[in-house]
């Protein structure tokens, strides 16, 4: 596959030369396509775009805050959030000559947002001539410097490694060292991945926050080579499409935020979190050590009504996590619940609590071999399931011992 520069060098851009431009003429320039104005610095000029959205404006079923609690957010993301204002919080996006990343990929539009008194500004800053790198790289490092911490979507695996080779081959310093930053793909994971297939940004925005973007939009996988063929030809007109792109990408990030950021903040009576979400965030509790909020959420799922196709796994560690609350009664409602969606283990854990905690060794032996008769009726041939059998075989013998001495 052809590098970048392999790439230009058809195009006949020599980058190892100083303050060298295509000087193919352009009858559809970016500044006649695209609303903006020109910044022109001695190591390269670039063409920016900005718009500010106001309070009143609406992505989807959702808006921009004026104030947003997000302690809970950052605390989960191990960010440490005080005193930190959603000021101090940059969202940020970039559109790039490949999709796989490496030294020959370079960023040829960067997109930043961030919130203002007046609403949440985007900032565009876009290469007309790829020999302006390191004009662009130094309005980064400046731009980025003021802000504590980043927001990205998939930004840990692509746009910050990208950023950084970038510096670092444009002589730059990088305003990224030790700097904040929050990946709001990792969190969406752990959100929405028992009702989404896919958390692609795009899944978000349409499954999520209900967004639909307008005809400007082109797909993702275009976007390296539009910028190619503008390169070539030098009509921007195809570009509008990529800056909208880019431009809804950096919205997207800051609603999202917004929205983890409530749920997390108060899950129970947020009036759109879905019922799967509640049981997403009670795992995310958990695995964080906020264990009585979590056991709280489990709780609630119960009431509210638990889909019937649940993995019996996730209700199984609901117990787990209400047992070492030493809340057994309602870790017996999450066993008895996976029990019926197939799981043996559950039936292992709802026969000790008969047995140890009631003394009903009566009922601790029906459980048991409720227990064995599902791992009977199992084809799969797990390590998990052996052990279950050889556990299961050990207390049916001590239950047969104790029933008959008493």
Known sequence: MESLFEKLKALGVNLGQENLHIKTSSKFPIDNVIKGEWLHHQFGDLYEVNNLYDYKYQHGKFG???????????????????PLSLKDILFIDTETTGLSGGTGTMAFLVGLGYFTENGFT????????????????????????????????????????????????????SPLHNKKHLDLLHLSRKLWKLRLPTLKLRDVETEILSFIREEDEVPGWMVPQIYFDFIRNRDARPLKGVFYHNCMDVLSLAVIFIHIAELLA?????????????????????????LDESANLYKISIERGIPDDLPHKILFRYGQICKRLSQPEMALEFWELAYQNGDFSSAIQISKYYEHNQKKYDEAMRWALNGQELIDKDPSTSQSKELAHQELQKRIKRLELRLINN
């Open 122 to 173: 985007t900032e565009q800053y876009f290469l007309d001539d790829p020999s302006d790198e390191m004009g662009l790289m130094i309005k980064l490092n400046s731009v980025l410097s003021k802000f504590e911490v980043l927001v990205t979507y998939n930004g840990s695996s692509f746009d910050l490694p990208l950023l950084r080779t970038r510096f670092l081959i444009n002589r730059v310093e």
């Open 266 to 290: 108060d899950p129970v009576t947020n009036e759109n979190i879905d019922r799967l979400d509640l049981l997403s965030i009670a795992r995310l509790f958990e695995n964080n050590g906020i």
């Open 64 to 82: 921009i805050r004026r104030e947003v609690i997000f302690t809970k957010l950052f605390d989960i993301s191990r960010i440490e959030s005080k």
